[in-house]
């Protein structure tokens, strides 16, 4: 089926006498989708197939190219060419993510998320590590520049190499606080834009209805509560390409080239994150099945280059990502499956009809047991948004694009829930993914964030829906004003505001001054103060600042438990006694009075660490109790500029 064969096919189904009176009845013009961009399809494609339900809207193909197509079309400057509308749609979205990050702009070294730190600092060590890679040609997929001596399989944590490589200059140039901020930026100014261009060339005719899918998709409350942590997850600019190229290829006539294309993006997505490129892959495979389950005769047509595409996508990309794959799953330190503290988040019924807490209209203590944290709050569309979402595909159900989108939004929401499905915090039943959890793959899923794949739903059903509005039989100047009062109604209380941010310690003078160096040999280990874990992760900051010229003990990621390679994974590695004391003291205060058996045993641990230095910043919270508990272990130590020091040299190289 064509795109000018499904709107026609979607026109017939709807009720003709709808048309406005003073307009012919007459089904929607051709599509025309060819050549015109990257992610279209070849202009010799076109077969009967599930793929050409996605271009159920018209696009502007139908338009001269130097004029703004669609019945909104007066909303731009009729001398407005096409490419100054997409920059000009673009230069917004570059504005609203500007003004999302205004707050961590203003001293990107200095600020951070005002609830939680840890992953800030985890991916700045990891944009460090990729400076290492570039310009030391170190090992991209495991390292023991953290968790020394036993490392950390980078394969396994999400080491955005795919981001950090190309960020390199500015990481050397500004260093790995500055190149998070710009990450998290563009992350969601060009997510909003990738899908805007897609929607506008190959779903919808009208730039308004495509811009406001783009938005919702980029800026949607989903993608503003990973914002202030994972640029890893809201780097989501490569999707909109392969879902259409997926669609493409189901009645291409060109499999074998379509299906490099899209090899060749399923392995850059690999190396920014895994799980959302296994989203997206299920989504694909919910969508195809829901059109096919409406017109099971399209098979027929697609399943040929649709066989022979991933045939050649799973050659390419499988060679490419085999020896990364290796290390993930059976290299040192790899684990298999997610730690117990993650597996079973998931989303509380009545979170898709809150608005998130990141918006205008949010309210972080209405919110607090809705998500399993404010960094994951994957659905929050508001009561407004979620009943016109709802009214929208009621209007619309006629069309199979409509109801196969439907049909995987739910089937994503109702998996979201997670393992106990609740309302307002009061468990009520257990969910299907109790069912799902302990298979391949899906073991690692967290599944809250299966509501992303939501979202990407409702925001093409709100392009879809703008759209579709021209047809009805309503005056023009009506109906434009119907239309901005629906999208004020759904779009303005989840309208993004700054994110919240707090003030963090500095990085000490002994470390920016490189100071350090006098102690710390190659294969020795810096010891911060308290030692670095998911809790206290300023160590890591410390080591990212210089891009990870000296090894520090324990950090933030995943690992299997105890250091087992193949075990379950946990956050942190293995129990450390020293770590565990330190942070007692660091939290509560409290001096313990330590005997000899316990100074023996954090002695070895040192030993283990080959530790050269311990290093604790005189502002540290508890600082002076922190101080003396350290002086029990290894002896009285020294101020050096805005730290105390402790020189172990002496100590650790004893045998043990």
């Keep these: 089926m064509t795109p000018a064969e499904t709107r026609a096919e979607s026109w017939s189904e709807s009720d003709a006498a709808a048309a406005p009176a003073s307009e012919p009845v007459a ?51 009729r001398r407005w060419t096409r490419r100054r509308q997409d920059l000009t749609v673009f230069g917004l979205f570059l504005l609203a993510a500007v003004w999302v990050t205004s707050q961590i702009w203003v001293d990107p070294a200095g600020r951070v998320a005002s609830l939680y730190s840890s992953d800030p600092a985890q991916v700045q060590f990891f944009l460090a590590h990729s400076v290492r890679v570039v310009l030391h040609g170190e090992f991209p997929f495991f390292t023991e520049q953290f968790n020394y001596p036993d490392g950390v399989n980078l394969m396994a944590n999400t080491a955005i190499l795919a981001l950090g490589i190309p ?206 944290n404010y960094s994951e709050e994957n659905a929050f569309f508001g009561w407004s948004l979620a009943l016109i979402a709802v009214g929208i595909v009621a209007w619309l159900r006629r069309e199979m694009l409509v109801r ?95 994110l919240k941010v707090t003030s963090r310690p500095p990085v000490p003078d002994f470390i920016t001054a490189d100071r350090w160096r006098g102690y710390v040999g190659e294969d020795q280990t810096l010891v911060p103060i308290p030692v670095p874990n998911m809790g206290h992760t300023h160590g890591m900051r410390w080591a990212a600042s210089t891009n990870l010229d000296f090894k520090i003990p324990g950090g933030y990621f995943l690992a299997p438990r105890n250091g087992n390679t193949g075990d379950p994974g946990r956050f942190g590695g293995r129990p450390s006694g020293v770590g565990r004391l330190l942070e007692e003291v660091a939290s509560t205060g409290r001096i313990p009075k330590l005997d000899d058996r316990q100074r023996r045993r954090s002695l070895d641990e040192l030993r283990h660490w080959r530790a050269a230095i311990l290093v604790l910043p005189v502002g540290q919270h508890h600082s002076e109790q922190l101080r003396r508990t350290v002086e029990q272990l290894v002896g009285p130590g020294r101020r050096e500029l805005d730290v105390w020091v402790w020189d172990v040299r002496a100590l650790t190289d004893q045998p043990t």
């Design 27 to 77: 089904p929607p013009v051709g599509d025309g989708v060819g050549d015109r961009t990257p992610g279209g399809a070849d202009p010799a494609d076109g077969a009967d197939a599930p793929g050409a339900a996605v271009a159920t809207g018209a696009t502007d193909a139908a338009a001269p190219s130097g004029e703004a197509g669609g019945a909104d079309g007066a909303a731009w400057p």
């Design 167 to 372: 960020m390199v200059p500015v990481t050397l140039l500004f260093g790995p606080a500055v190149t998070f901020v710009v990450l998290v930026t563009l992350a969601l100014a060009g997510t909003a834009s990738a899908w805007y261009f897609v929607l506008s060339r190959h779903v919808v005719r009208s730039p308004l209805a495509a811009a406001v899918g783009g938005w919702f998709c980029g800026f949607s409350p989903a993608m503003l509560s990973h914002a202030n942590w994972h640029p890893n997850i809201i780097s989501q600019f490569l999707l909109p390409f392969i879902v259409w190229r997926v669609l493409v290829i189901t009645r291409s006539r060109r499999p074998w080239r379509d299906g490099v294309l899209l090899a060749l993006m399923v392995t850059a997505q690999a190396f920014i994150n895994e799980e959302i490129l296994l989203f997206t892959a299920l989504a694909c495979g919910v969508f195809l099945l829901a059109v096919l389950a409406q017109r099971p005769a399209l098979w027929s047509a697609a399943w040929r280059p649709l066989a022979k595409a991933l045939a050649i996508c799973t050659v390419l990309a499988g060679s490419l990502l085999a020896y990364p794959l290796y290390v993930q799953f059976a290299g040192p330190m790899a684990y298999h499956g997610l730690s117990d503290a993650v597996r079973d988040y998931g989303n509380d019924i009545a979170a898709f009809f809150a608005p998130g807490s990141p918006t205008i209209g949010g309210d972080e203590r209405a919110n607090v047991n809705l998500a399993p």
């Design 404 to 498: 196969a989108l439907a049909a995987t939004g739910a089937f994503f929401a109702v998996l979201s829930l997670g393992e106990r499905v609740s309302w307002w915090d009061r468990e009520l039943f257990t969910g299907p993914w109790e069912w799902l959890v302990r298979l391949p793959l899906l073991d690692a899923v967290v599944p809250t964030r299966f509501g992303l794949i939501t979202s990407v739903v409702v925001g093409i059903l709100l392009a879809l829906a703008v759209e579709r509005s021209r047809t009805l039989p309503v005056e023009r100047r009506t109906l434009r004003t119907l239309t901005v009062a629906g999208l004020v109604l759904a779009l303005l209380p989840i309208a993004p505001m700054p």
